[in-house]
């Protein structure tokens, strides 16, 4: 917890704000040994961030002084990612993954080797996914969360949705054998495609390179998943 | 596994290769699920790769032709990893992450930040090392073992060892708050040292710095030091 995220309803008169969940209670007093009178990394959820002072802190309630806050948050990534739904273990952490990286739009896709029972995971409930999202701002010292949407059939999201999301965006599709190697320190807005583990399959790669989207590659290393996408995001940014 | 891989010892007259251990058996059953002339990726240990075919499978051993393994490896990531070591978990799947990605050397550090109780995890026995650094080529379809090695002291590393590590290498210490924007596509060797979750301390950065290597820094986000590793080596490479 780099930042101590609030929230617009935490905040009193734009100068005072509490914190009253156990969880980031625990981490101030655990990991930061906060007193009143530190200064902290602060930041209101979708606004600025800065240091602030921690005027209260006792077992219930922390109570800062937000009056500071004049920084803009990090800029954004400007890629939209969407990946192939992960294993729920994988999902989590590569949720937080790439929105510490500054990702602000996700979609999690249905592929052919995407596993059924994935979509049944508690892990896609809207609260769990909120929480890895936050963790991942936290870690970053960042204010926006980003945006995740599900895409639970392949047909329709190719054939409904990917015309509009690839209207002003370049597409990229990662995988093994593509022709083109990932661009790097791309000044565009991006739609970048990641398969699930063992790849999208061919039926799925031609659909998405007939819709426009370009196939790149990461070279003759097969790598996990959740490794490919931080390499891809750390090469086009 | 996206690579049987095959220990010299394996091999007999250059042309049959036997694998008896349950781990790789049960994979070839279970995920692969090969049976008698299929052909598969296989490499050997320091050697070559290539697709070679399987001519028995039973309950102890399956049994390989390798007489048509003819290609080199990927190639190596010409980055020396020196990484504060991690917890132990976390040094697992950094293990893998980094050989994954094709580094060749890596030390782990002891700094001020590291705890003093990770040094004694089971996670650094050899065995164990060797298993995660297997892992890792066989993820991404490599023969070339790491090797590791381990820096329990942070004043004889740098007052001993560094010195001969940055002769023909350019040394890089990430840390957030440095000078430089971490260079892109780096043609020639680097030795890239990375601290622990919290970082370095200001005197190890100043003793770092003194020593020849260059400051550089991943931009205002602060990564978890999993991730940071993998966007560093992918902008190195």
New interface residues.
């Given amino acids: 917890m780099?930042l101590i995220l609030l929230s617009p309803e935490d905040i009193e008169n734009h100068r005072l704000a509490r914190v009253r969940d156990p969880r980031r209670l625990a981490h101030l007093r655990e990991v930061h040994r906060a007193r009143p009178g530190d200064t902290l990394t602060l930041g209101i959820a979708g606004g600025a961030l800065g240091r602030g002072e921690l005027l209260t802190l006792d077992d219930d309630e922390a109570c800062f002084d937000v009056s500071a806050l004049d920084q803009p948050p990090?800029p954004a990534l400007p890629v939209h990612l969407v990946l192939a739904l992960p294993r729920p273990r994988m999902l989590a952490r590569s949720l937080e993954?790439v929105t510490?990286?500054?990702v602000k739009q996700i979609t999690l896709l249905n592929t052919r080797r995407v596993e059924k029972s994935y979509w049944q995971s508690p892990e896609l409930d809207d609260e769990k996914i909120h929480r890895h999202l936050v963790l991942g701002l936290e870690?970053?010292?960042?204010t926006r969360l980003p945006e995740v949407t599900l895409a639970k059939g392949f047909r329709p999201f190719v054939e409904d949705r990917l015309p509009g999301l690839l209207a002003g965006r370049r597409g990229l599709v990662a995988h093994p054998g593509m022709p083109d190697d990932c661009p790097?320190?791309l000044d565009e807005p991006a739609l970048l495609l990641v398969g699930p583990e063992g790849g999208f399959i061919p039926w799925e790669v031609e659909r998405l390179l007939e819709a426009g989207c370009q196939g790149i590659h990461l070279?003759?290393?097969?790598?996990?998943v959740e490794?490919a996408v931080?390499?891809l995001?750390?090469?086009l940014s």
Same sequence: chains 1, 2.
């Fill in positions: 780099n990090p993954h510490a990286l500054g870690q970053a010292r960042d790097r320190g070279g003759p290393r097969i790598l996990r490794t931080t390499v995001l750390a090469r």
